[in-house]
T-cell receptor, first 113, second 113 residues
Framework: AQSVTQPDIHITVSEGASLELRCNYS??????LFWYVQSPGQGLQLLLK??????LVQGIKGFEAEFKRSQSSFNLRKPSVHWSDAAEYFC???????????FGTGTRLTVIP | NAGVTQTPKFQVLKTGQSMTLQCAQD?????MYWYRQDPGMGLRLIYY???????DKGEVPNGYNVSRLNKREFSLRLESAAPSQTSVYFC????????????FGPGTRLTVT
């Protein structure tokens, strides 16, 4: 079945540590790929997107993501996490031939001092 | 420039009651969307409006109706609320139907008892 999977429901990291959030997709053709962030009590905000080209994508707030076709993955990374990064992160896709976003179930990030 | 606004922020309904969730955007976007967010399920598209005067079903349209009142406003109506409709509802907009950067409102938390 076609799907987008975020294997980690909840991740805790220390402030200043590096971060990697996983996203895997299962579609016949590579979809468009996105990461959104939802801060507590807020709506979602786009962090970055991948359509084609360079497989390392830079986003806002110091985030980046790497597309790996062989692993059907689009993992989100940040070298040094700040307390303000505590939020829920959603991977999303637009499958080829579709126009709608399909979201993963989200990963909640807790940052400890 | 308020972006996407939603009213109300919170609502409690009894089973069988009706209500309308309001959404407005001031970014002159053509496309608007309604999602629901449930724990462990990410966001799922209820309805969307690609442009003023058009509406289409998303993944989970049953029990809902929408109205694209004008370019700015897109409302979601629950005619006869059910406990299964307890959720957080997000409205979003994008410049065009295929422009996947969507801008989200802060959400409406709805509880149906």
């Amino acid at each position: 079945a076609q799907s987008v999977t975020q294997p980690d429901i909840h991740i805790t990291v220390s402030e200043g540590a590096s971060l990697e959030l996983r996203c895997n997709y299962s579609y016949g053709a590579t979809p468009y790929l996105f990461w959104y962030v939802q801060s507590p009590g807020q709506g979602l905000q786009l962090l970055l997107k991948y359509f084609s080209g360079d497989t390392l994508v830079q986003g806002i707030k110091g985030f980046e993501a790497e597309f790996k076709r062989s692993q059907s993955s689009f993992n989100l990374r940040k070298p040094s996490v700040h307390w303000s990064d505590a939020a829920e992160y959603f991977c999303a896709v637009v499958p080829v031939g579709a126009n709608n976003l399909f979201f993963g179930t989200g990963t909640r990030l807790t940052v400890i001092p | 420039n308020a972006g996407v606004t939603q009213t109300p922020k919170f609502q409690v309904l009894k089973t069988g009651q009706s209500m309308t969730l309001q959404c407005a955007q001031d970014m002159n976007h053509n496309s608007m969307y309604w999602y629901r967010q449930d724990p462990g399920m990410g966001l799922r598209l209820i309805y969307y409006s690609a442009s003023e005067g058009t509406t289409d079903k998303g993944e989970v349209p049953n029990g809902y109706n929408v109205s694209r009142l004008n370019k700015r406003e897109f409302s979601l109506r629950l005619e006869s609320a059910a406990p299964s409709q307890t959720s957080v509802y997000f409205c979003a907009s994008s410049e065009l139907r295929g422009a996947y950067e969507q801008y989200f409102g802060p959400g409406t938390r709805l509880t149906v008892t």
